[in-house]
């Protein structure tokens, strides 16, 4: 498994030219995907998804397309979760 890249709202807003209040507009509707929480107060966007979103601007994707491209980020999300879960309770065999 890959690491994992963490971009903060500074870094999502500079790559994307997106404003603060259009990204928060853009996941509340579905149309970008939502923060993951670090800890405290602490969020930040999964680098993938942001440039996997950018691919799919520069392709000239529909708003519903974009938002179904948002949906199937969050369910690879749960998937990737519960693979590396799974993987973490069948390495513990005789521990």
């Known amino acids: 498994m890959s690491a994992?890249?963490?971009?903060?709202?500074?870094e999502v807003i500079k790559?994307?030219?997106?404003?603060n209040t259009t990204i928060f507009?853009?996941?509340r509707n579905g149309a970008f995907p939502p923060?993951?929480?670090l800890?405290?107060?602490?969020?930040?966007y999964i680098a993938h998804e942001v440039n996997a979103l950018l691919l799919a601007y520069?392709?000239?994707?529909?708003?519903e397309e974009i938002k179904q491209l948002v949906k199937?980020?969050?369910e690879q999300r749960k998937q990737n979760a519960s693979a590396f879960m799974t993987s973490l309770t069948s390495n513990d065999g005789g521990a």
């Open 4 to 10: 994992i890249r963490i971009l903060r709202k500074t």
């Open 15 to 19: 790559v994307t030219g997106l404003s």
């Open 25 to 27: 507009e853009r996941a």
């Open 35 to 37: 923060v993951i929480s």
């Open 39 to 44: 800890g405290g107060r602490a969020v930040g």
């Open 58 to 63: 520069s392709a000239n994707y529909t708003d």
């Open 72 to 74: 199937l980020m969050l």
